[in-house]
Structures are given as structure tokens and as C-alpha cells.
């Protein structure tokens, strides 16, 4: 059971936008900045969003990413068969002194 | 180019004893806290502990706590992690991520390929 809470999938069609929520509480996204990941199988996971809505270089702004309250969002425009992967959500949590990730999201480009 | 490279997995029966290994180049090691994260096989990410820049703090996951130590050498830019102890739970692809120059934070920007644990009898 992952501290913070994810969709297991999530499925749209190509070019269209989707959104992957992201759940956790006053400890975790609550008080801290929320990082966003996407990982192809076999292959180590890849920074997409850190501070909650910042691309680092590199990262198309086709990716995006919000927080409001103990929710965080990763909000994906104009979906190509390539984003086909999984997302995890990552943040610290200031009462476990640890770093807490979501269960991750498997997103299917339709 | 930054470059993370772990060693050190292998197949160790339970109960016994394994130190992982990452070589970092093409950044300013001792500026950056650095972490372990793994990923058992179908399974999601995992935070296995996290050092700062000079080592001077240690955090673990509960999951691991007491068992693994994490460390560093910042004169050889290399993380390690020890691990004793190990359980058939603890199998998994172990990575080594750059952290930030905040400890507070997921903000990993760099990860290695990986190395395999297997704990079996």
C-alpha cells in the first residue's frame, strides 16, 4: 500500500489531453514540493515535473503539473502513442523523514 | 554527461549480506544528496534511503531500517548501500538517484540503469 494514492491506469485517445491525480495528506504533498516521473519498461524511471509544476530541460510542455491542498496532478496535451507508460507521483514526507512515491499510473494511448 | 553506475547485486540466499555500489561522474558529487530507490519485478518505486551531500544524515525507509546502511565517499564519487539481513522481499532492481541540494524533497534528476538483487535460497 503505497503512501501516496494513484489511478492504476488511465487510457485516451491519441492527441487528446489526460490527467493523473495524485493523493496524499498534510505530511507529504500537503507540506512539500511534489516530483512527477515516467518510466518505459526496463528502463529507469526519467524526471518529468519537480516543484510541483517545473519541466526541467528537455521536457516538452505537453507535460504540466499542479498541486492544490494534499492533491497533486500531472495533465498530459496532445497524447502520441510514445507517452504510452507509467507515472509515478514522488514526494518527501515530513513526518516519516523519508521519501513517499504513489503505486503508479499505466497510461494506454488508445 | 552525468553518469550514475551501480554494481554489486547478484542472487544471495536470505539472511546473508550484499553492498551495492554507484560511481557517479559529471556533476559535483559532494554538493548533491543522493538515494536508493528500487523496484521489485511488476512492481512499482520504491525509496530505499537517502544520504546528504556530506553524510552527515542518513534516512531510511521503514521497510529497510536497522537492516541497510547507506554511506558515501565523496573523495571516490561513490554511494553504497550495505545491505544485511536480506529477505525475499528485498528483490529487486536497486537504482541510485542524484538527489538535490535539498535532503526534503523527490526531486531526482538523474538515475542509473540499475542493479539486480535476488534473494533466494
Given at each position: 500500500q503505497s503512501v501516496l494514492t494513484q489511478p492504476p491506469s488511465v487510457s485516451a485517445a491519441p492527441g487528446q489531453k489526460v490527467t493523473i491525480s495524485c493523493s496524499g495528506n498534510n505530511s507529504n504533498i500537503g507540506d512539500n514540493y511534489v516530483s512527477w516521473y515516467q518510466q518505459f519498461p526496463g528502463i529507469a524511471p526519467k524526471l518529468l515535473i519537480y516543484d510541483n509544476n517545473k519541466r526541467p530541460s528537455g521536457i516538452p510542455d505537453r507535460f504540466s503539473g499542479s498541486k492544490s491542498g494534499t492533491s497533486a496532478t500531472l495533465g498530459i496535451t496532445g497524447l502520441q502513442t510514445g507517452d504510452e507508460a507509467d507515472y509515478y507521483c514522488g514526494t518527501w514526507d515530513s513526518s516519516l523523514s523519508a521519501v513517499v512515491f504513489g503505486g503508479g499510473t499505466k497510461l494506454t494511448v488508445l | 554527461q552525468v553518469q550514475l553506475v551501480e554494481s554489486g547485486g547478484g542472487v544471495v540466499q536470505p539472511g546473508r549480506s550484499l553492498r551495492l555500489s554507484c560511481a557517479a561522474s559529471g556533476f559535483i558529487f559532494l554538493t548533491y544528496d543522493m538515494h536508493w530507490v528500487r523496484q521489485a519485478p511488476g512492481k512499482g518505486l520504491e525509496w530505499v534511503a537517502g544520504i546528504s551531500y556530506d553524510g552527515s544524515n542518513e534516512y531510511y525507509a521503514d521497510s529497510v531500517k536497522g537492516r541497510f546502511t547507506i554511506s558515501r565517499d565523496n573523495s571516490r564519487h561513490t554511494l553504497y548501500l550495505q545491505m544485511n539481513s536480506l529477505r525475499a522481499e528485498d528483490t529487486a532492481v536497486y537504482h541510485c538517484a542524484k538527489g538535490w541540494v535539498?535532503?526534503?524533497?523527490?526531486?531526482?534528476d538523474y538515475w542509473g540503469h540499475g542493479t539486480l538483487v535476488t534473494v533466494s535460497s
Open positions: - | 535539498v535532503t526534503a524533497t523527490a526531486r531526482f
